[in-house]
């Protein structure tokens, strides 16, 4: 069936259930996040053979001295098993709103249809009861309108808020049956918040991911694109190559999602947040037009959020989270990520190995045309390296190439041919260990690091590409991806350094 002819129903009506592909081929990535029950080398590099390629830390929960030994323990699980490298991942705390305490941190129930006041008088921050409830966001008088409503712990507790009294109090009903705690999380769905990108806490945080050199960032609850700025400007001239990753998580960061991609590294589609903040019906489509989006732009992209919760307890998963894992991928998502599977559950492993076997199964039914319909979307004069990687994906296609191998420094040549969705595996040669982890970003990415050192002289420097060229031939080989004779398509800069990809060579893989 031709790549570019065949049409998406003819296309899905080709599909072979059965046909399960090799483990080794899997394109997209799998993020998991760290807990108590996953924090050593060795049960790291279990999920590793299962199919982990990125380490997630949650800074909303957890003690430095917890982090760092994550951040070890990754690092020697790294060293212990041979294999592609493992990232490193930093997911902020970020701006958000909280309960204050109830006496003696007591559980107080609460009925549908009592009358509350909800206030940030500072003198109830730790006199919560059902008659009062104390916020720790100081502007929401100043924010919100009376017909609003107030979700506290996830939405388990709901308020409509019937007046502002005055710049300190609200009148409130509650909405259903629950619990008055202390501490809970509270969103303010249709309401515009002014709170700052980032705490003081977040701050300390990103230095602490500086001083440790870890690959990413995940930046919760950003709202515009100064909230990246900032973040870019706080990690500074030691935290240059870090990639930053918006979190979409309210309506503010959905209105002005355009004005973010431009200034993002990537995206996180969050959708435990972003369901209460919007109608759950609606974070569908907001998944979608996200995704869609970043791949047109080239520009990776985390679906992420109750993907596999029930295995949290159970070995297997519902059929619905499945598929939902299944439709992520089938929507164009370059990564998926386990929260509480891997962080606190019974089954992480098996976890990871489900949403292994669900992502490449995905991947076989993805649309071949998706290719051609980004390039003829994307804006056009392109750049040369752009230009070149687009060249490439079409070249792979006509030459029936195995693969596409890429010499990179900072890892956009990658990218951009990643941006294509070429139908072969993209296989990424670097010096730099950062980009080598950050390749996991990318669907269809293969990273390889090589060692050796830069050549001297511009004579040396043609030799050392043809070595790296045959160091990325031998370690797809020795994964099961290439073969002796098999043709490929060569990406190489005319020079060293960055920018200056703009040679494209089809070559055979000898012994």
Known sequence: MSLYSSNDVEWTCSLTPGAHPPAQWRRSSIICTIGPKTNNSEMMNKLRKAG?????????????????????NARAAEKEQAGRPLAIALDT?????????????????????????????DQYKQKCSTETMYVDYKNICKVIEAGRVIYVDDGVLSFLVDKVVDGQNLECTCLNNGKISSRKGVNLPGTDVDLPALSEKDKADLQ??????????????????????????????????????????????VNNFDEILKETDGVMVARGDLGIEIPAPEVVLCQKMMIAKCNLAGKPVICATQMLESMTYNPRPT?????????????????VMLSGETAKGSYPVEAVRMMHETTIMAETAIRPRLSEDIRLLTSRPTGTTETVCCSAVAAAYEQSAKAIVVLSTSGDT?????????????????????????????RGVW????????????????????????????????????????VVVAIQGWRGGLGNSNTMRILQVSD
């Open 414 to 442: 990658a990218r951009f041919v990643a941006k294509y969705k070429p139908a072969v595996p993209i296989i990424m040669v670097t010096r730099n260990a950062t980009t080598a982890r950050n390749g996991h970003l990318h």
């Open 319 to 335: 059929r619905a989270e499945v598929s939902d894992v299944a439709n992520a991928i089938l929507d164009g998502a370059d990564c």
């Open 447 to 486: 990273p390889f690091l090589y060692t050796k050192q830069k050549p001297q002289t511009g004579e040396e420097w043609q030799e050392g590409v043809d070595e790296r060229l045959k160091f990325g031939f031998d370690s797809a080989r020795e994964l099961g991806i290439l073969k002796t004779g098999d």
């Open 208 to 253: 602490f991911g500086v001083k440790n050199n870890v690959d990413m960032v995940f930046a919760s609850f950003i709202r515009r694109a100064d909230d990246i700025r900032e973040i870019r400007k706080c990690l500074g001239e030691a935290g240059r190559e870090i990639r930053i990753i918006a979190k979409i998580e309210n309506r503010q960061g």
């Open 52 to 72: 982990m390629n990125v380490v997630r830390m949650n800074f909303s929960h957890g003690e430095y001295s917890y982090h760092q030994s994550v951040i070890d």
């Open 93 to 121: 705390k970020g701006p958000e709103i909280r309960t204050g305490q109830t006496e003696g941190d007591a559980d107080l129930p609460i009925a549908a249809g009592t009358k509350i006041r909800i206030t940030c008088d």
